[in-house]
């Protein structure tokens, strides 16, 4: 007779141990965070004993992205459906793995149904933020452009490839002979080796490859974090090619822009991912508690570059910390965006103005920091960024952007960023939601309009913050 999961007796000794280790923690600390006796997880980590489901639950409860990478057990497609339909932020509390486990035993068919229900309304989801993208710019007449196709094909994604991350990094790890990223001179060193001459010129392009000539011109003027990029960029262009060509054949982007742009993103993407080996880059990233700064300096990558490559941290079984990303410009277009922790934010334009993205495109260089209820029931730490792109003329207005991360409040004690918010102060937290056309906040006096599916009345004896009522 088959065992079910529910049954599985569970030995665990490595991983706790790297899961110990990890994270810096004596066997007393970690027994104290159990609620067990050092002796008791001394003979859990030596495989005397095996895990019991109430500790299950308290080391998902404690590690969730170390317990979801653990290799000792796969999950069953349906447990691993309804985990995930019972972790929605629209849901304030998830149930414990071990009942999940029980209904998709002893009701197969139930868990099934369900599961698919869960897709159904997170398709349905998706398919209103669609047409509030669509109402905020004016494309309700036709499809998706190609950068649309391509932004949607990286989410589907979970913004990670396996063979060309992989390949980037044995790359970038070739390189940098011990150090944590490559530096100019080993960068340079790889042309040189292939013949390509390399030259530096104050040229109005980031860069410029002749292929017959094999020669890279390189614009002198960019910042060092980008002169890296951009020679990052063409070493993947040139060493990842097949790797890259298979990725867009298989892809299911119809429109030939399209198929462009991902060769593109694809190759940007590897680029990081040599400048910022992956797993470097993850052990770092823990170490560091997220501080960006610190990470920028460790791999000489800029901000945004070290932001952007948090988001792809998603390699089966050696996870990062699942962030939101993205970049936003004065006009509140959302430039790059990303979400591997379920986060729903505007797709492109229209987002909640109470977001503390506005405020921080306006005022370069500076942390700002916001606490987030959002509409749907999760709450989430958000960092905000300015930066300033200065251009080459006093003709050229600069380009302003800000750079937003944001994470779970339960992953808070993993970023140095939380540590001066006071999290167990309700006022604290901003509500925000999607956007104004599907957020269901009745009392917001932000609202630009009204949501989409309620009717307003107007009383034009009176008026409050804003100039209608919104119909229950």
């Known amino acids: 007779m088959e065992t079910s999961p529910a049954q599985r007796r ?52 404690l590690y969730p992205r170390d317990w979801a990478d653990r290799t000792d057990t796969p999950q069953e497609p349906v447990i691993e459906s309804l985990l995930e339909a019972t972790r929605d932020p629209a849901l304030r509390e998830a149930l414990p793995e071990d009942q999940i486990e029980r209904i998709a035993q002893q009701h197969p068919a139930f868990a099934a149904q369900f599961a698919q229900l869960y897709r159904l309304y997170r398709s349905n989801a998706q398919r209103l933020e669609a047409v509030d993208e669509a109402l905020g710019s004016d494309m309700l007449s036709g499809g998706r452009l190609p950068w649309e196709e391509v932004r949607d094909w990286f989410n589907r994604a979970d913004n990670y490839n396996h063979l060309i991350d992989t390949g980037a990094e044995a790359i970038g790890l070739s390189l940098a002979d011990g150090a944590p990223s490559p530096d100019t001179a080993r960068l340079s060193e790889w042309f040189t080796q292939r013949g390509i001459s390399l030259r530096f010129d104050a040229t109005s392009l980031m860069r410029s490859y002749d292929e017959s000539g094999k020669q890279l011109v390189l614009n002198a003027n960019q910042p060092m974090e980008s002169l890296r990029f951009q020679m990052a960029f063409q070493i993947c262009a040139i060493a990842l090619a097949r790797e890259i060509r298979e990725t867009v054949e298989a892809s299911d982007l119809t429109m030939q822009t399209a198929r462009h742009l991902l060769t593109v993103g694809l190759t940007n993407y590897a680029a990081g991912a040599l400048l910022m080996p992956y797993r470097g880059f993850r052990d770092a990233a823990r170490r560091l508690r997220h501080d960006v700064d610190r990470l920028r300096q460790i791999f000489s990558v800029s901000f945004e570059q070290a932001c952007h490559r948090l988001s792809t941290l998603q390699r089966p079984h050696a996870r990062g910390t699942p962030v939101f990303f993205c970049k936003i410009d004065m006009g509140g277009n959302i430039t790059k965006r990303h979400a591997a922790n379920g986060l729903q ?11 503390i993205a506005h405020e921080a495109v306006t005022v370069p260089e500076r942390i700002h920091l916001q ?20 251009s080459d003329s006093y003709f050229l207005p600069p380009r302003r952007h800000a750079l937003v991360l944001g994470w779970e409040t339960s992953l808070a004690s993993d970023f140095v960023y939380a540590d001066t918010l006071n999290m167990g102060c309700e006022e604290a937290f901003t509500k925000i939601g999607v956007s104004c056309r599907i957020c269901p906040r009745m009392d917001c006096h932000q609202r630009a309009y009204p949501p989409n599916e309620k009717q307003i009345s107007i009383d034009t004896r009176r008026r409050g913050p804003i100039p209608y009522d919104i119909c229950e």
């Not at 030995?11 to 027994?31: S, T």
């Open 371 to 390: 606490l987030a209820d959002m509409a749907e029931g999760g709450r989430y730490v958000f960092l905000a960024r300015g930066q300033l792109k200065p």
């Open 10 to 61: 569970l030995y665990a000794g490595p991983f706790l141990k790297n899961l110990r280790a990890a994270h810096g923690l004596r066997q007393a600390e970690m027994a104290a965070q159990l609620s067990i006796s050092p002796p008791y997880l001394s003979q859990l980590e030596s495989d005397s004993r095996p895990l019991t489901p109430r500790l299950m639950a308290r080391l998902r409860t």
């Open 345 to 355: 934010l505007a797709r492109f334009s229209g987002a909640c103005p109470l977001w």
